[in-house]
């Protein structure tokens, strides 16, 4: 079953989200997104149904709605966002990320002014299709992160909120943000043919691999004429998997990464070195601990490789294989009071 996606559920422009320490480790994440936004997408259609409406939002005649209007006209008549256009755009994108609200007129100076109402769901349909364009011409990540959480704002409100030539404008944008996410999807994955193309063309015979956890290899990467070094965060084959040097803290009260050639199975390929080392005490074991646990064991690699002029002899280890899979909060609770001073010492 996949996980619901969790900015959902309740009005974002009341109860604004900001993304900080964000939950979307899990493997069927995207896939909760998709599913959560098919839904939106869904409820909008009722609202549209008996309209015929053109996916044209409604007009207005305040000051951020025809800054709006004229900024989406701009764009769509200029083969690429152009820079006055984006520099308009720009002032509310940051207006939009630090408070999640816009005002229906802003002064000179970029204050709202004193009467200014608070904007609407037209001022946001409108003000989506304009970060969705800047996003698709300028390939401007800063616009598609402020449309994602936009679209998360504007699908949490009732769809009767929004005139039907609205809902159906904020369809239009739901399949530009999707067509989006798609692109930078395929260029994140690391199996891509392009990417292939680009790894094999590199110098060297030799890429140093830190991916997304779980990843596997595929046989065209694999096979392109490179070697892929990676820095384990267990003790392999003991600790492989996803977490593992929780385990072991839970275990054996010590962390330890090994360094290996990658195959075609998760954490079981030729080890070139292991090393096992105490938890160290008062830091970020996601954040700080391991990855620098990683980096040490990584360096002694790449100095002996230096100094002799070769990779150490990788050997292969089965004995006691184990692997793991993201542990419980529970446990890592109890593995963390490994770690931190005065607990469990």
Not at 46 to 52: L, S, Y
Not at 72 to 95: E, F, I, Q, Y
Not at 131 to 151: H, I, P, Q, W
Not at 193 to 198: H, K, L, R, S
Request: charged share 25%.
């Amino acid at each position: 079953m996949t996980a619901p996606y969790p900015y959902t559920g309740r009005d974002l422009f009341a109860e604004p989200e900001r993304y900080f320490y964000a939950d979307c480790a899990s493997p069927d994440f995207l896939e909760g997104w998709r599913a959560s936004r098919d839904s939106g997408r869904a409820r909008l259609a009722e609202r549209t149904a008996d309209c015929g409406t053109t996916g044209e939002p409604t007009g207005g005649t305040d000051d951020l709605m025809s800054l709006l209007e004229a900024s989406l006209r701009d764009l769509r008549t200029s083969p690429s966002p152009p820079p006055d256009v984006v520099a308009r755009l720009d002032t509310l994108v940051v207006k939009f990320e630090m408070f999640r609200r816009l005002f229906a007129a802003y002064g000179a100076d970029g204050r709202r002014l004193p009467d200014a109402s608070l904007a609407g769901p037209e001022h946001y349909v409108r003000f989506a299709t304009c970060l969705a364009r800047v996003a698709e011409g300028a390939n401007d990540l800063r616009y598609l992160s402020a449309l994602l959480k936009l679209t998360d704002a504007l699908l949490s409100l009732p769809p009767e909120q929004f005139a039907p030539e609205d809902a159906a404008a904020l369809i239009e944008v739901l399949d530009r943000e999707q067509a989006l996410v798609a692109r930078w999807e395929a260029d994140a994955d690391v199996n891509n043919p392009d990417i292939v193309a680009a790894i094999a063309d590199a110098p060297g015979d030799t890429i140093v691999y830190f991916g997304l956890g779980g990843v596997i290899l595929g046989k065209a990467l694999l096979g392109c004429g490179k070697r892929f070094l990676h820095i384990h965060g267990g003790y392999a084959p003991r600790y492989r998997g996803s977490t593992a040097f929780y385990y072991s803290l839970l275990r054996e009260r010590s962390m330890g990464a090994t360094a290996l050639w990658l195959g075609n199975r998760i954490d079981a390929g030729p080890v070139l070195a292991r090393r096992r080392y105490p938890p160290p005490k008062g830091v970020d074991i996601d954040r700080v601990g391991d990855p620098m646990i990683r980096a040490h064991l990584l360096s002694e690699v790449l100095r002996g490789r230096r100094d002799t002029g070769a990779f150490a002899d990788a050997f292969r280890d089965d004995a006691g294989a184990t692997t793991y899979h993201v542990i419980h909060p529970v446990l890592k609770h109890l593995a963390l009071r490994r770690t931190a001073p005065g607990l469990d010492q």
